[in-house]
């Protein structure tokens, strides 16, 4: 630390927000394009084997070669996107849905409704997560409701216990009690004053967790929840991949690279909102 | 000439918030900096220590003691501020960290300029409070256990702590009632006498002015509109705006209502 | 209730009240009781550290009093909380000494403006600040205060000290309350805003009627603005009178010497 | 005094057999019992009925309520049952994991903490420069890339090709260095964000401009004034994630061999070993209660308002 | 197991093994990772001759029954306990007691009523009458051990080559020779026996150098294992199969011909061609073809491809209609069930699935945790991967019985066919070998003549070790016998 040189208070280098954002919509217009191209024209069928053709190296016909049943990687990457991406959306934003009020109630409120709530926290965090899959899918059957769900259960903890603790603080300041003075009901005051506060912290937690739940989706769906085989999945075709790490290791990159990418794309529009919440950002004239 | 300030202005994304200002003080000065609300007397301030809020950018040339402000290395602006030129800030509360208590602040200011005795560090800033009417007990509090003027008062109570050749003092008695203000600025001019330093003094209280100051300028919409020796400027001031501004101040009572040039001993 | 400390028909009326910090040895507001009738301004000077903003932030209950009652027309809103409160919320309210705590630093000027309309104010009939719309109300808002309209569009840090100083007069006069109380409103302001500004409390006072609890340190702004005042010491009401008798010459020592230094 | 730790003490056990209740019924709402584990009918010759006998015999069909109960007579006496599977008490088989497992989440701690804290600190302080964006760019690739995958890698790299550190078992410090290393790394990606995120919001405060003014060195504004300011997030989410660290890091334990609590458990919720299950559960409970109690003190710590705000509740 | 450590003390020979379970207690009578007895420590009174895949003499020297129900069992005589006691018929008596003891599952298939022991004569006398004793005395679950010892579960005290000098459980275990052996002590001074279930991760430990061999490495890494100078694998079938359990309470399966068009649809080759790489054979009948008792099946005896199974359909009344096969206007269309932990099943399933598609059967897969359970509970299914010894001891009566029996734990698919039932139940009172083989047989084939269930493959077991340092490896068809007195270095 001391030998580096630190710049004075805030002299950055030049930081444009307009990039990043357009490299994001682009970014996101590509993998829309590419899934509506895999739906429209369909070379591959993505559950088709061919036994004798697996494990093919890229060729013009299997331009990422196959896999270890013989099917066609790239379809299987397109179509898994539509899946992956979208349960796992669907999954984080229940966890949102139910995080963030949790944690805005009960570090607004104290007293004994934070208490009651973190303790139902952390009963939730004693459990193995799966054992809650185990269970809702014994229960409830499969089915994405049922994927969510569990993902809901394991997840919104750490949302919830992440927006206290920064409503725990904020609440102290003066703008808080002047909103209370001035008749805001509680839902107004954590919406209006204190969500924006909170923005930042989560979108940051949003946009890394957003991997981990491609990756527990893909073992959630090993005992039966979330997409069943052969839906083409990326956390799925990840874990298939495992016995190929040294003879085809590209077969782990592919939906590798596939999660890195979506993840970095929910990392810069995480960012760039993150930018926008962050009112004191530094922007050189 | 400690400190001059050539043709500094201040700019915004979209605007130019200062405008071509121009300021000097001179060494073991008491200079006041009056003028409209918003017209930029604090950014001016700041932009001396190169403390502006990022998202501002200030050009032009600072001169402190001969050498330019704007073209000096992090690290020399660093050995700069806090020694030889310290800050009263107008958001008193931000002058301290929460989670500090206010003898921490004091203690960390004097040993990071050099001063190794615990004893006299804790020595000194009982006394430096004390100097500005303050118990040497809230030492021991964290900032948000103090009413404004306290926290006012003991933000003023550090900067003084080290005599600095140059002070700036924005707004630095808003919190404080007549009494206590009274108090701290006979200790800054006291403490002026002793070490000959500087002061640039932003006010809107018209009295502290006429009382201490020896040179005056006026800013409104981010330019000086008059600068000259106080007596120059309250007796015959030029600029409509200044013309104004003395005429807005608040008089008190029968006692004083003709009491504008009274001066006091 | 003392005789002395009444107003006809006051607006609000405190009566004994105590608060006392948690490690404090004594209580920073200690035994305090006025009341302030409609259209009254209370004037309360005091030395730095006496207690009057303990005291204001008290009779908005963001603190809550040890003991006294806070009479609000005829509700004891001491003991009130929560939902029995807020119905009372409307008819109080507060400028911060220190405008920037005051102000959410993620929130534009504008969005801070227009909370107490939007959670007291739909059901009132504001005279002075009638709703039009949401901009036109926030424009009027400001043009009161002497801000120019675009700050509305900035967050607090891109405003000056004075400039956020009448940002939250003009939010705390927007709903036209009964009683305001003023925490060192213009302590930062130039001269002529802030004679601006009182001029306007003090029309909007003669004109609808509000009631002040003025703090200052600014004896000629309190004179100004004050038909009665008090002066605090200590946590204590140490003496109280009409704003013509500050010079009479029976006033305590103390105000004396507040006076003298001026 | 002694009342305050009382009624601590209450509501921890209040709150544990609360857990222990939940997961009991929870447990027991999966499908599937230890029967077929139990009569290992892979390889030995079992007929219905046996199954049913045992069954009938082990309490599984009495009503819920009634195994809780006996399951709570036995919890109170301390006895927290013998597994299914290996007929050993179950705190015993746990508490013998338990120091593996603890190790290893230091380790992976130790290596968070070396890499988060720089990284994260050094893309707020240089936000925007090439620092800042490799720091997303790894802890993106940290937040995609399985574990396993991970320490496979580092298995390749450091077991094999270069070097020969131990790439399986629990022998001393070597043997730590590469799973604390995997685990470490796959967990600071979060870290390092939030830290960054968290920092920024700490270098934009008044009181960071005061310590400049002031002369301060940005050394010490950032570790004395900023650092302590932006803890309180990454705290949180340490605290979250540690229960999750120490159960969730089978795939670490199964790929090098390290005889943790995580294997044990999955193992055991794979055969419904129930004691075992319950008595992991009834640990993490406790740590997760201690833990996130830690937390909500360090709060405390890092912020004194609050801790001066609740003794004035207290009054 | 470090290079250096073992250069500089050549003195000691050390053979490290890495095995592809792990367990945290050693307990031989209930853990069922069998543990002690594969790593030499314990030894059962029966094993099982690897080459004839007989019963044959191990502790016992020999056995006898009549009637199937009293058992008369003749210890051998100069076996020693590793602590240097002898073994006697008290001792196994004390041994076999704690087994039932302790094992709910050794009480149930032992099936022991009382033991009386007398000098090296041991008197066993079961509930009923019960063939196949001898042979299921060949579980490790019934090995002899010194039950005086104070800590069985962390240092069981067998009577095998080496004995148990630290356990971590979990992880490893330390073992050295003991020099009492009554077969002759093992070259080998000392024996490392760990744990690995990463099957990538035991392959990169061999090739690390970090252990010598390696039980079912990574069967994709094979190739380079083998790139490796000096590198050995071997593999072996099993008497495990993968097979393809039918729901023959669903009205479609019930249908013979449905059941031989889905038989005729596996393509076994295929799979084990690639799925296992080689590595497994294809399984016509449930029984390892090397088992004494397994039929012998006419290459004719059944056909396959698409287009028999297509036949089939037609013959059960099928028709393929807008691409699938349609009968009475209703497709026919499968659930089949899988579940993740055996690899190789969810693979199957969805070559089977894809396969099935191309002659427009509609096929959904659901994959499931607790295979038995699911099975057994609900019976919303229609086939299901599923494997499973069929003769782990070299007896066909477990399998039988468990799978086709009508009371049979593992009768998933629902079978109550009389016939079959009279010959297990025939087979289950019957005492000599020779006749009990022929009845096995006959159950096989009447299995597959009715397709009661199909099987897939045998998959094999693979090891993979130093062939220049490593001597006398054997890899065994039961997967019980593996640190042996005969494993050397060179
Ligand atoms: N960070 C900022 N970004 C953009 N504009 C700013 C920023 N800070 C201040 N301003 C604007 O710059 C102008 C000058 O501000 P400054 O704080 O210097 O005023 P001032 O003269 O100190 O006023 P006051 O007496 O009210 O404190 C104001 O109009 C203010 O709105
Ligand atoms: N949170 C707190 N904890 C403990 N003491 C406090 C706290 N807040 C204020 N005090 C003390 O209470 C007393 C009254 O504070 P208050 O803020 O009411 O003073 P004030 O009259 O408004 O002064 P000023 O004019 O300086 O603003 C002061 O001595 C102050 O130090
Ligand atoms: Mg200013
Ligand atoms: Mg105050």
């Excluded at chain 3, 927007?174 to 930062?188: F, K, M, N, Q, R």
Aim: aromatic share 8%.
């Amino acid at each position: 630390m001391k030998s580096l040189p630190l710049r004075a208070p805030f002299a950055p280098k030049k930081k444009k927000h307009g990039w990043q954002a357009s490299i994001a919509a682009l970014f996101a217009l590509l993998a829309v394009a590419a899934s509506a191209y895999a739906f429209l024209y369909l070379k591959h069928d993505p559950s088709l084997t061919d036994l004798r053709g697996r494990l093919l190296g890229a060729s013009a016909l299997h331009p990422l070669g196959t896999d270890h049943l013989g099917r066609d990687v790239l379809t299987r990457l397109l179509l898994g996107g539509v899946q992956t991406i979208g349960y796992s959306l669907l999954a984080l934003g229940a966890a949102l849905i139910i995080g963030i009020p949790f944690g805005l109630l009960a570090g607004y409120k104290r007293g004994w409704v934070d208490k009651l709530f973190m303790r139902i926290a952390d009963g939730f965090l004693a459990f193995p997560d799966t054992i809650v899959a185990i269970v809702l899918s014994g229960l409830l059957g499969a089915g994405i409701g049922n994927l969510v769900l569990a993902i809901v259960i394991v997840k919104w903890v750490s949302y919830a216990r992440l927006v206290r603790s920064t409503v725990l603080s904020e609440s102290q300041k003066d703008y808080i009690r002047i909103a209370r003075t001035n008749g805001l009901s509680d839902i107004r005051i954590m919406t209006k004053h204190l969500l924006p506060h909170i923005a930042g912290h989560v979108l940051v937690l949003v946009s890394l967790d957003l991997g981990k739940i491609i990756l527990l989706i893909s073992s959630l769906s090993y005992i039966g929840l979330g997409a069943q085989p052969p839906t083409p999945e990326w956390g799925t075709m990840l874990n298939d991949s495992r016995p190929y790490f040294q003879s085809r290791p590209e077969l782990m990159v592919y939906p590798g690279l596939a999660i890195v990418s979506v993840v970095l794309l929910a990392n810069m529009l995480g960012d760039y909102l993150r930018d926008r919440f962050d009112v004191k950002k530094e922007v050189q004239p | 000439m400690i400190l001059s300030i050539e043709e500094l202005s201040i700019a915004g994304r979209d605007r130019t918030i200062v405008d071509s200002v121009s300021l000097a003080v001179r060494e073991g000065e008491f200079m006041a900096l009056v003028g409209q609300s918003g017209s930029g007397k604090s950014l001016l301030s700041q932009a001396v220590g190169r403390l502006l809020p990022p998202n501002l950018h200030a050009s032009g040339r600072i001169l402190f003691e001969g050498s330019d402000l704007l073209e000096r290395g992090p690290r020399e602006m660093r050995a700069l501020r806090g020694s030889r030129i310290s800050y009263i800030f107008q958001d008193y509360q931000g002058a301290f960290t929460p989670f500090r208590s206010i003898g921490g602040h004091f203690d960390e200011y004097q040993k990071v300029h050099g001063e190794t005795s615990k004893f006299v560090r804790r020595a000194k800033a009982a006394e430096a409070l004390e100097s500005v009417g303050l118990d040497a007990a809230l030492l021991r509090r964290y900032p948000f256990q103090l009413s404004g003027g306290q926290l006012q008062r003991a933000a003023i109570a550090t900067a003084l702590l080290l005599s600095p050749r140059l002070l700036i003092a924005d707004e630095a008695t808003t919190a404080l009632d007549s009494v206590s203000a009274h108090r701290v600025l006979e200790l800054l001019a006291r403490k002026q006498a002793e070490t000959g330093c500087a002061i640039l003094f932003i006010t809107h209280d018209w009295r502290h002015v006429r009382r201490y100051a020896n040179r005056l300028s006026v800013m409104q919409e981010g330019r000086i509109v008059e600068s000259g020796g106080k007596h120059r400027i309250l007796d015959h001031p030029q600029h409509e705006y200044t013309r104004k501004l003395i005429e807005a101040a608040p008089v008190l009572g029968r006692s004083l209502k003709s009491g504008l040039e009274e001066e006091r001993p | 209730m003392n005789r002395e400390y009444t107003a006809e028909s006051p607006v609000i009326a405190v009566d004994g009240l105590v608060r006392t910090y948690a490690g404090a040895d004594r209580p920073a507001v200690n035994g305090v009781s006025f009341a302030i009738g409609r259209g009254e301004c209370l004037g309360l000077v005091g030395e730095s550290g006496c207690g009057k903003s303990t005291l204001a932030r008290c009779l908005l209950r963001i603190e809550d009093a040890d003991s006294g009652s806070i009479l609000l027309g005829d509700t004891d809103i001491a003991r009130l909380n929560g939902r029995k409160l807020r119905p009372h919320r409307r008819r109080i309210q507060i400028v911060f000494q220190n405008p920037t705590a005051a102000l959410n630093p993620k929130l534009k000027v504008a969005d801070s403006l227009i909370d107490p309309y939007e959670q007291l104010g739909r059901d009132a009939k504001l005279s002075h600040f009638a709703y039009t719309s949401r901009y036109a109300y926030i424009r009027r808002l400001l043009e009161a205060v002497e801000l120019p309209a675009e700050l509305a569009g900035r967050y607090p840090h891109e405003l000056s000290g004075g400039q956020r100083q009448r940002a939250t007069i003009a939010r705390a006069i927007g709903i036209e309350p009964d009683v305001v109380v003023l925490d060192e409103p213009t302590a930062s302001l130039d001269v002529i805003s802030q004679g601006a500004v009182l001029d306007l409390l003090t029309r909007l006072r003669t004109s609808l009627g509000l009631s002040y609890l003025f703090i200052s340190h600014d004896l000629a702004a309190v004179h100004r603005m004050s038909q009665r005042i008090m002066v605090m010491r200590g946590g204590e009401i140490v003496d109280r009178f009409g704003a013509d008798d500050l010079f009479a010459e029976e006033r305590q020592p103390y105000t004396r010497e507040l006076i003298s230094i001026f | 005094m002694f009342r305050i730790l009382l009624r601590k003490f209450l509501e921890v056990f209040v709150f544990l057999l609360f857990i222990m209740f939940v997961s009991f019924l929870f447990i027991r709402l999966a499908p599937g019992d230890p029967v077929l584990t139990i009569l290992n009918v892979d390889e030995l010759s079992v007929s219905r009925e046996q199954v049913e006998a045992m069954r009938e015999e082990m309490g599984f069909n009495d009503p819920l309520l009634i195994q809780f109960g006996n399951w709570l007579l036995d919890f109170v006496r301390l006895d927290f049952g013998s597994s299914y599977s290996t007929g050993q008490p179950v705190m015993q088989t746990l508490l013998r994991a338990l120091p593996a497992t603890a190790e290893l989440t230091f380790g992976a701690l130790l290596v968070m903490l070396l890499v988060a804290l720089p990284l994260g600190s050094l893309s707020a302080v240089y936000r925007g420069s090439w620092i800042d964006t490799l720091s997303r760019m790894l802890s993106i690739v940290g937040a995609a890339v399985p574990s396993f995958w991970l320490g496979l890698i580092l298995i390749d790299l450091f077991g094999v090709r270069f070097g020969s550190l131990p790439t399986m078992g629990r022998d001393g410090f070597a043997s730590l260095i590469l799973p604390s290393l995997t685990l470490g790394l796959a967990i600071s990606s979060v870290y390092v964000r939030l830290l960054r995120s968290s920092l920024l919001d700490s270098l934009s405060q008044e009181f960071v401009r005061s310590a400049r003014a002031r002369g301060l060195s940005e050394e010490r504004i950032f570790w004395l004034h900023a650092l302590r300011h932006s803890l309180p997030p990454v705290i949180t989410v340490f605290g979250v994630s540690l229960g999750s660290l120490i159960g969730g890091v089978v795939v670490i334990e199964v790929l090098f061999a390290y005889p943790g609590i995580g294997k044990l458990v999955v193992d055991a919720i794979r055969q419904r070993d129930y004691p075992l299950i319950q008595g992991y559960i009834l640990i993490m409970a406790v740590v997760v209660f201690v833990v996130n109690t830690a937390v909500d003190l360090s709060y405390r710590y890092l912020n004194p308002e609050m801790k001066l705000k609740e003794k004035e509740a207290h009054r | 197991a470090n290079p250096a450590a073992q250069a500089s003390d050549a003195a000691v020979k050390n053979v490290h093994f890495l095995y592809n379970f792990s367990t945290s207690s050693l307990d031989p009578h209930v853990d069922s990772s069998y543990v002690p007895l594969r790593a030499g420590i314990t030894e059962t009174l029966v094993r099982l001759d690897e080459d004839n895949l007989t019963v044959a003499p191990w502790l016992a020297e020999s056995w006898n029954s009549e009637d199937g129900q009293h058992w008369t069992i003749d210890l051998r005589d100069n076996v020693t306990f590793q602590n240097g006691k002898p073994l006697t018929g008290d001792s196994v008596k004390a041994s076999l007691e704690r087994a039932l003891k302790e094992s709910a599952a050794i009480q149930n298939a032992l099936k022991i009523d009382t033991i009386e022991a007398e000098g090296d004569k041991l008197e066993i006398t079961t509930t009923q009458p019960f063939p196949e004793f001898a042979s299921e005395l060949v579980n490790p679950n019934t090995a002899i051990i010194d039950v005086s010892e104070p800590d069985i579960v962390n240092k069981p005290v067998g009577t095998g080559p080496f004995k148990l000098d630290s356990f971590t459980p979990g992880s490893k275990l330390e073992l050295s020779r003991y020099d009492g052996y009554w077969d002759g002590a093992a070259p080998l001074d000392t024996v490392t026996f760990s744990f690995n279930e990463d099957a990538n991760a035991r392959s990169l430990a061999l090739k690390s150098g970090q252990v010598d061999i390696v039980y079912r490495p990574e069967v994709e890494s094979l190739e380079s294992l083998k790139a490796i100078d000096g590198m050995v694998v071997e593999s072996t079938s099993t008497f495990r199969v993968h097979q393809l359990t039918m729901n023959m309470e669903r009205e479609s399966i019930k249908d013979l011909n449905v059941r031989k068009a889905l038989d005729a649809l596996i393509d076994r080759q295929g799979i084990v061609d690639t799925i296992l790489l080689g590595y497994g054979e294809p399984a016509i009948g449930p029984f390892l073809p090397s088992l004494p008792f397994a039929p012998k099946y006419g290459s004719a005896a059944s056909e396959s491809g698409t287009d028999a199974a297509v036949r089939y359909l037609e013959e059960a009344g099928y028709k393929r209609e807008n691409g699938a096969m349609t009968k009475n206007g209703r497709p026919l269309k499968l659930t089949l069930l899988t579940y993740s932990s055996r690899a190789d099943l969810p693979l199957i399933a969805q070559v089977f699935q894809s396969d099935a598609k191309q002659i427009g059967i509609e096929v959904e897969i659901r994959q499931i945790d607790t295979p038995e359970e699911y099975m057994a509970s609900n019976r919303d299914w229609d086939i299901a991967t599923y494997s499973n010894l069929t003769a782990p001891r070299g007896d066909a009566g477990y399998y039988l019985n468990a799978t086709y029996h009508p009371t049979g734990s593992l009768n998933f698919s629902g079978a109550e066919d009389p016939k079959l039932t009279a010959i297990i139940d025939e087979l289950n009172l019957t005492v000599d070998p020779a006749k009990r083989a022929e009845l096995a047989e006959r159950a096989a084939n009447y299995v597959h003549d009715n397709v009661m269930n199909s099987f897939v493959l045998h998959p094999g077991t693979i090891v993979a070790y130093d062939g220049r340092k490593i001597k006398n490896w054997v890899t065994t068809r039961s997967e019980y016998y593996m640190i042996t007195n005969k494993l050397d270095v060179m």
